[in-house]
């Protein structure tokens, strides 16, 4: 049976930074919804140019558009096994569509880790973000700060700031967050998913918590 991992929590809660290094250590596929709509950005598709009008505002990227691409790469080979999905699914629709596409290849959301922190925490992470050219590897200028500023540890590329990482992008965000993701936490509590994990604790203890909710 295929593992499927579902990453719940707010904009710069440590999402993206959990589920690489979840990904080394479980051999899952890490699947982001926000990289995915970069990489379309990067590479000037229809979709990139659509996403990047609501992205820039801090608002949500249809449902529709949003779900056709997450089908689309869960059917790849390398999904075989499962996947670790981070920023995916954001709104009640998007949740219900995730069930429909695992259930049609009898798979289901295995556990639903809900990380959590506190708004002055997720703004201070957010604006200390740098993130990679390449590959979207995650830095924050003080809390996980690159061995050479500016490059990345892993690629060596350049280190930029996102768009969206703007003050008042990320409180718009985070007001989206409020206002459309956060029902799926009751969601998935009444099926039992959701495990709670203090996102408050520096990267490595995150991790174990992660790495314990998992195995149970
Ligand atoms: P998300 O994917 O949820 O938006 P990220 O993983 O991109 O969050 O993390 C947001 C910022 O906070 C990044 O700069 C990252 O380096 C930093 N960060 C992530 N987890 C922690 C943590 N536990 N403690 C301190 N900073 C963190
Ligand atoms: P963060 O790491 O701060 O949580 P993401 O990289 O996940 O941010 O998302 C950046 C932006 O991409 C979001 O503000 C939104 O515009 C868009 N986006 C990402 N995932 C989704 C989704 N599942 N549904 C709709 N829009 C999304």
């Known amino acids: 049976m295929a593992t499927y991992i579902v990453l719940l929590g707010p904009p710069g809660v440590g999402k993206g930074t959990q589920a690489k290094i979840l990904a080394e250590k479980t051999g899952l596929v890490h699947v982001s919804s926000g990289d ?18 609501f992205m820039d505002k801090g608002e949500l990227v249809p449902d529709d558009v949003t779900i056709a691409m997450i089908k689309d790469r869960l059917a790849r080979p ?34 639903v880790p809900f990380i959590t922190a506190e708004p002055a925490t997720l703004i ?10 390449a590959q979207g590897h995650i830095y924050h200028q003080k809390f996980n700060p690159p061995k050479v500023a500016g490059k990345c540890d892993i690629d060596g590329s350049e280190l930029y700031q996102r768009d969206d990482d703007k003050a008042e992008t990320v409180a718009r965000r985070i007001n989206v967050y409020l206002e459309q993701t956060s029902p799926l936490v009751d969601y998935y509590r009444t099926q039992r998913k959701l495990v709670e994990i203090d996102g408050t604790q520096p990267i490595e203890k995150v991790t174990v918590a992660l790495l314990s909710a998992i195995k149970n």
């Open 36 to 53: 995915l709509f970069r990489e379309n950005i990067k590479n000037l598709t229809e979709l990139g140019k659509l996403a990047k009008s």
């Open 78 to 111: 390398d999904c075989e096994a499962g996947a670790i999905l981070d920023g995916f699914p954001r709104t009640p629709a998007q949740a219900n569509a995730l069930k429909k596409m695992l259930a049609s290849i009898n798979g289901d959301v295995n556990v």
């Open 124 to 133: 201070e992470r957010v604006s200390g973000r740098w993130t990679c050219r």
